[in-house]
């Protein structure tokens, strides 16, 4: 996200958008975002901040790969929109299933009491709450863990996805170097490729690369607007 397109288009609001009201949300994934793999630099986050401060905006900070912050391209000292936040306007979403296991489908919500006591309710009317097999068994690991387990686990699983992005950017260098282009993520397990001289990859991947049994994801498929 940039804060310089944002602003303007939040300043040009009633241009653009003349039957619609301005927003009141804002839904972002700041940290080794699905699937650009990009993460937000902490001088964006303040822009982005001040920004959400001058248009009243609630801030839903998605961050399933804040614990997947690969070593050691991390940027020092980056924080949360939730550590930001003097004014109440953001729910932060976490989850266990980037860290634990992917099935566990358990996360949690920090934020505004009055906020969260509104989503409790929600939940009550909706799914009534999550899996107790998943709560238990996450519990129970805490419980066992305690937070030096927790933070030596998480260091452990940082470590393997480096490796991982390592190995991927290894590779790519030996064989994709000239005809794609990327950026080595710094966080989370996605790598964006952008295929030079190709516009749209849906037909290649549709005739070639399901063919040589290579699976991809055409770009198109992240496209709002397709």
């Known amino acids: ?62 961050d399933p790969y804040w614990h997947l912050r690969l070593l050691p391209h991390q940027e020092k000292n980056l924080q949360s929109f939730y550590s930001l936040d003097v004014d109440g306007r953001v729910l932060r979403f976490d989850s266990f299933s980037k860290v634990l296991s992917s099935g566990i489908r358990l996360g949690w919500i920090t934020g505004p009491k009055h906020l969260i006591e509104t989503l409790q309710l929600l939940q009550q009317a909706t799914c009534l709450h999550a899996s107790g097999l998943s709560q238990m068994v996450i519990y129970r690991t805490l419980e066992y863990w305690g937070e030096d387990g927790l933070t030596s686990h998480i260091q452990k699983v940082q470590e393997f996805y480096t490796k991982q992005r390592d190995t991927c950017i290894t590779a790519c260098n030996n064989h994709l170097k000239g005809l794609v282009e990327w950026r080595i993520p710094t ?28 699976l991809f994801l055409s770009g198109k498929a992240f496209d709002p607007h397709s």
Request: hydrophobic content about 35%; aromatic content about 6%; charged content about 25%.
């Open 1 to 62: 996200m940039i804060p310089e397109a944002l602003s303007n288009t939040l300043k040009n609001w009633e241009k653009t958008h003349p039957n619609s009201r301005l927003p009141k949300v804002m839904y972002i994934v700041p940290t080794g975002q699905n699937p650009s793999g990009s993460t937000m630099s902490q001088d964006r986050r303040k822009k982005v901040y001040s920004i959400a401060q001058e248009y009243n905006l609630l801030i839903l900070e998605d």
């Open 187 to 214: 966080a989370g397990m996605f790598l964006w490729l952008k295929l030079l001289g190709i516009e749209d990859t849906e037909q290649l991947i549709k005739e070639k690369a399901v063919t040589e049994k290579v």
